[in-house]
Each structure stands twice: as C-alpha cells, then as structure tokens.
C-alpha cells in the first residue's frame, strides 16, 4: 500500500516562506503524477501544483510566482516551497500520487498564516 507522509506545516507570519515535503512510499517514478492540494476551512479542496512524469509542471494560476515544487527521485519525495504566503493560504495542503490504477492521498499538513 502506497504511503505519502506530508511535513513542513506550521504557523507564519503573512510575507513569510515555507517549504512543505511529501515522501512517498517506493519509486515516484511509478507515478504519472504528483501533486499538492490544498483546503481552506470551509472551502472545497483545490489543486495547486502538479508535477507529471513527462511534461512540465503545473501550477494554479493564482499561485503562480509564489510556488515551486520539485521532486528528488533519489529521496522519493517532493516538495512545494511557498513564498510571500498570505492569509488565504491557510489550509490543510495535501499530497496525491497518481498512476495508471492508483490515486493516493496523504494525511495533509496544516498551515496558517497569520499575525
């Protein structure tokens, strides 16, 4: 069974940086995609970066900028560094990893950002 373990979360101030990281149980090479979601309170969860085993990553269009997600094959994870983080960043940010028959999801990371 596929595992994804979601770290960095935390509480900072508006104008600050955090850099969250996912590992993910085997090769990430498996995978067609890798991505982070997010959800705010009281909204639904929305993508904010897809990271695809050919192609370019992708990034939603109202984080782009602020965003980058990479990936270390060697260390079976990937991270989304955040930068200038406003309040409405805060939510719970999620990692997913999809294959050709698998779609698995970690336990979130709460982040705030707050004054």
């Known amino acids: 069974q596929v595992q994804l373990v979601e770290s960095g979360g935390g509480l900072v101030q508006p104008g600050g940086s955090l850099r969250l990281s996912c590992t993910i149980s085997?090769?990430?090479?498996?995978?067609?995609?890798i991505s982070w979601y997010r959800q705010p309170p009281g909204k639904e969860r929305e993508l904010v970066a897809t990271?695809?085993?050919?192609?370019?990553?992708k990034y939603a269009d109202a984080l782009k900028g602020r965003i980058t997600m990479t990936a270390d094959i060697d260390m079976n994870t990937v991270s989304l560094q955040m930068n200038s983080l406003k309040p409405e960043d805060t939510a719970v940010y999620y990692c997913?990893?999809?294959?050709?028959?698998?779609?698995?999801w970690g336990q979130g990371t709460q982040v705030t950002v707050s004054s």
């Open positions: 990271i695809f085993k050919t192609g370019p990553t």
């Open positions: 997913n990893a999809r294959g050709d028959d698998s779609d698995s």
């Open positions: 085997g090769s990430i090479d498996r995978y067609n995609a």
